[in-house]
């Protein structure tokens, strides 16, 4: 029972490596060990998160080296919730990812594209657990590759805006690598707890702000923030469809998570330029939030509008960073959550147009809920909770930041936030009207000998999506006592 | 135009010296007494020999103390092996030549002076030193210099030198499939990763080598749990570069194949 | 000891500088290799053998790949 | 004095120029190729970087003989075990890069960033 957090991790990544050698075994033996091992990676990563929320954070020592020394995974309610959030959602994708695999011809290129789907799970799984500098460096890099193959997937133009997000994505792991040369210069530890106590010590100011320098430009562009999101549109459009909700998702979260346990948990609120670091994250998230929704009106194409409405949604969750007290935190991982679930069921909805209809133009949408019902009630209720209506987890995460930055007093950023979702209000209810108003136009079906077998994969993780939506906006006053629970002490009280 | 181009190149690196000059923030190159070389490293540097049981503490460090990290280092190695015959699955439509301005080689150096060393003498000569040497490096990893990544990229390129010697009709040593291949560099990571399940099954946490259900005393297990980690390693480090080498092989066509 | 370093730096920056405004991408893709073998010379002069090691191998097979894609590309470039 | 002088951020000069180098080349270079080695370079800048942080002085490898005991004479050797990991990294990565510009390069006919944008321009964007 105590080895869960590491069995979390490492369960997936067995299965990834065996997947192709059983592939050869037999044609469906790797894809069903692979959702066997994720799935039971979902049930442990519940139990874990049981048991932080009854005994607190947990440590687990790699290699039994105390801390200093070896690797450890620290688990909080926090990364415990982010953890199963990431393995509900790579379960969901790789149900959903089968309905994709006629395009790969041969059995090998199957299953290499099932074995990097499972080893970008794996990376964003190491992400939220690790508790070391370098070893989340090393889960950057699995994640990056992962993502880069898997956008490359996504036909002509995607090749191109892989090669681009590889260029801007090394650069980045590059500088997150020299933020961390900086710290271990100062420090002399790799161990995030013991750093965080050598720096609150000593007069480190000018060396923590040249790696926070650094530091933020690097998580910046990995989760596609404001100044660094030109990779980011093109990427998440073009990326392989059966891998695009995980993409497009989780995977700008978990580098915002990150950003999160340097500025608060390494950094602390008593570094010197504490409050300058979150009014520039403040001012790059205003201006993402802005700048995501007015180009996301100008887009015809579903997965470009969806692609910058998530420059503005990120803007929200580093909103809630940039704010600082614990509610504005707790507002910034719900809005994580809850628009995870959100992204990922609207891009459930687009592939399952897609491979239905073939089409991504939301103008030849027309009145497709008579003949796809279930994935249109998706489409209106994740629609929905973008803009923020109240049963919906949409809206309690913006009235949690709303309230938050009212406390604190900053004016700017309750106002950017009602204009922004009036902003997302326009191309959403434009999305809504254009599936249920629009006349028909009478869209022939593609046909595919695989078409009618896999349906109820396709069915599940749209009405996974629907339910967590809803659920969670229903029982989020329990989710934010959860994350409370260790985000108390934390920023600006 | 390149005057442009030079300007981007100056302001880029002035951005980037001027921090690191303005705040003396990093510790002296070489004091004993800084950060990296006071805090965690002495423990490393006196326990090497009496915990992992390997005096080379660059192996131990990598493949005891922080096992862990080395373990998905090895999965990123494979993860580009798959990532490279993914991207290079697609059958290439027959383009026509307007693009492939090929330009004769204009400069004539005379007859080929490789005509007196036999190309296929050497390389029976020596290939099988640098697999001695590969298998060297890899079982005597932790004593001195060496461990699995250097042995599978030496075994790498051997291959390397017998594709590029040896034309491609009568080739027989590494001959078997890209999906064969690919299969067994899928292996290499989870020997290592059985490695560390040896020390949960043992009773241990993940990755803990003391814990391996074996009766030998401890230090012993550790140099045991350090072999089996390797040899993931070597495995999956080779079986990587020859898929990558094999999937851009198919895909290049070398004109002087046909000689 | 800290001299031979500057002076291998400073080989290291004359090459990038070489790399950046180079026109012929085959000269560039060599001279990538004489990069890799000073800075696995340069690992050696900081006493890190093992990292020297590593380097040296990976970078013979790194230009290996490059030049393998060079084969069907052309060689002149802005 | 030229050694106390490189030693405190002679050194470390040189190691940001050739880092900023890196990424200018990234920028301006126009042959993808080109970009491709730039950022390897940027690479290796910050691995030298981090393996600076971990010189002594009058260290030997840190591989232990029985006849030195005490930890001062050894180098530091945390971060060459970080770096075998960092080298292996940009090997994948470089790897991944190429593959990608073949498949632009059967796309596009050419690796020049301002004929693809050309190219590109009438179709996509």
């Given amino acids: 029972m105590n080895n869960f957090p590491a069995l979390i991790v490492v369960c997936p990544l067995c299965a990834a490596l065996l997947n192709l050698v059983l592939n050869r075994i037999n044609e469906k033996l790797g894809k069903a060990v692979i959702v066997l091992s994720v799935a039971a990676s979902l049930i442990m990563s519940v139990f874990v998160l049981a048991q932080v929320i009854t005994t607190g954070t947990i440590h687990y020592h790699m290699g039994n080296y105390d801390m200093p020394l070896g690797i450890e995974f620290v688990i909080d309610t926090v990364n415990g919730l982010i953890v199963v959030l990431v393995s509900l959602i790579g379960f969901l994708t790789l149900l959903f990812s089968d309905n994709f695999g006629y395009k790969f011809k041969t059995r090998l290129t199957k299953g290499a594209a099932n074995t990097v789907l499972t080893l970008l799970i794996v990376g964003l799984l190491g992400m939220t657990l690790t508790g070391d500098v370098f070893n989340l460096y090393v889960f950057l890099e699995i994640t990056s590759l992962s993502a880069y193959c898997l956008i490359a997937l996504g036909g002509e133009r995607g090749i191109f805006s892989a090669f681009r997000y590889l260029l801007v994505g090394t650069v980045a792991a590059t500088f997150y690598l020299l933020g961390v040369a900086i710290l271990y210069g100062v420090t002399g530890t790799l161990n995030m707890a013991d750093m965080a106590d050598i720096l609150n010590e000593g007069g480190k100011d000018q060396a923590m702000l040249l790696a926070i320098c650094f530091l933020v430009p690097a998580f910046g562009i990995k989760m596609a923030l404001f100044p660094f999101h030109g990779w980011q549109p093109s990427a998440y459009s073009y990326s392989e469809a059966g891998a695009a909700p995980l993409i497009t998702g989780v995977m700008g979260k978990i580098p915002a998570y990150a950003m999160f346990r340097y500025l608060y948990c390494i950094y602390g609120t008593d570094f010197k330029y504490f409050n300058s670091i979150l009014v520039i994250v403040g001012v790059f998230s205003v201006f993402g939030m802005l700048y995501g929704s007015i180009r996301a009106i100008a887009q015809t194409d579903i997965r470009k509008i969806l692609a910058y409405s998530s420059v503005a949604q990120i803007g929200y969750i580093s909103l809630g960073f940039a704010i600082g007290t614990p509610i504005a935190l707790c507002g910034a991982f719900l809005h994580m959550l809850g628009h995870a679930f959100m992204k990922g069921g609207l891009f459930f909805c687009t592939g399952a147009i897609r491979h239905k209809f073939g089409t991504v133009n939301i103008e030849d949408f027309g009145r497709i809920y008579k003949k796809m019902p279930l994935t249109c009630g998706t489409l209106t209720i994740a629609a929905l909770s973008m803009v923020g209506i109240p049963p919906t987890v949409g809206f309690f995460s913006k009235w949690y930041l709303g309230s938050a930055a009212a406390m604190q007093g900053e004016w700017i950023y309750l106002a950017v936030l009602v204009i922004s979702s009036l902003l997302n209000a326009i191309y959403f209810f434009r999305l809504i009207e254009k599936v249920f108003i629009n006349e028909d136009k009478s869209l022939k079906e593609r046909v595919y000998d695989e078409f009618k077998t896999c349906g109820w994969k396709l069915v599940l993780p749209v009405v996974v999506c629907f339910i967590a939506i809803l659920g969670l906006g229903l029982a989020n006053v329990k989710i934010i006592d959860i994350l409370m629970l260790s985000l108390k002490g934390v920023g600006l009280c | ?259 | 000891m800290l001299l031979l370093q500057a002076l291998l730096l400073m080989g290291l920056i004359a090459i990038t500088i070489s790399i950046i405004f180079g026109k012929n991408i085959l000269i560039t893709v060599i001279v990538y290799n004489a990069f890799s073998f000073i800075t696995m010379f340069l690992y050696i002069v900081m006493g890190a053998p093992d990292v020297a090691f590593t380097e040296a191998v990976i970078g013979v097979i790194s230009t290996v790949y490059f030049l393998m894609i060079l084969k069907n590309v052309y060689r002149k470039s802005k | 004095m030229i050694n106390a002088f490189l030693a405190q951020d002679g050194i470390y000069l040189l190691t940001v120029i050739l880092l900023g180098l890196g990424l200018a080349g990234i920028i301006v270079c126009n042959n993808y190729m080109k970009k491709l080695i730039c950022m390897n370079i940027m690479q290796v800048a910050v691995i030298f970087f981090f393996l600076c942080l971990g010189q002594k002085n009058g260290g030997t490898i840190p591989v232990a003989m029985d006849t030195i005991i005490h930890a001062a004479d050894y180098i530091n050797p945390l971060p060459h075990g970080l770096m075998l990991t960092a080298i292996v990294v940009s090997l994948g990565t470089t790897g991944v890069g190429l593959a990608l510009l073949t498949r632009i390069w059967e796309r596009f006919g050419t690796l020049e960033e301002d004929e693809i944008i050309q190219v590109k321009g009438e179709d996509e964007v």
């Fill in chain 2, 1 to 259: 135009m390149q005057l442009r181009r030079v300007i981007t190149v100056l302001i880029m690196v002035t951005i980037l010296v001027v921090p690191f000059v303005a705040f003396r923030v990093l510790p002296e190159i070489g004091d004993p007494n800084s950060a990296p070389n006071s805090h965690v490293t002495d423990y490393y540097i006196e326990h090497t020999i009496s915990e992992c049981n390997s005096p080379n503490m660059v192996t131990s460090i990598i493949v005891d103390y922080r096992a862990f990290d080395t373990m998905f280092e090895t999965t990123v190695m494979f993860l580009s092996g798959v990532a490279v015959i993914l991207i290079l699955s697609n059958k290439p439509k027959k383009r026509d030549d307007m693009f492939r301005k090929f330009n004769p080689c204009t400069t004539n150096t005379g007859p080929s002076i490789f005509k007196t060393v036999n190309k296929d003498v050497m390389i029976s000569i020596i290939e099988p030193l640098i697999l001695i040497y590969a298998i060297y490096v890899l079982f005597h990893g932790e004593v001195s210099l060496g461990g699995g990544f250097q042995a599978g990229a030496l075994i790498g390129m051997t291959y390397l030198l017998d594709v590029m010697v040896v034309k491609r009709k009568d080739r027989d040593i590494f001959n078997y499939s890209l999906e064969r291949s690919v299969s067994v560099a899928g292996t290499g990571p989870f020997i290592y990763a059985v490695g560390g399940i040896l020390g949960l099954i043992g009773g241990g946490l993940f990755m803990e080598f003391e814990a391996i259900p074996l009766p030998i005393e401890a230090p012993e297990l550790h140099s045991i749990g350090i072999l089996i980690v390797e040899v993931g390693v070597t495995v999956g480090v080779m079986c990587t570069i020859i898929t990558i080498l094999k999937a851009i092989m198919d895909r290049v066509s070398f004109d002087d194949d046909n000689d």
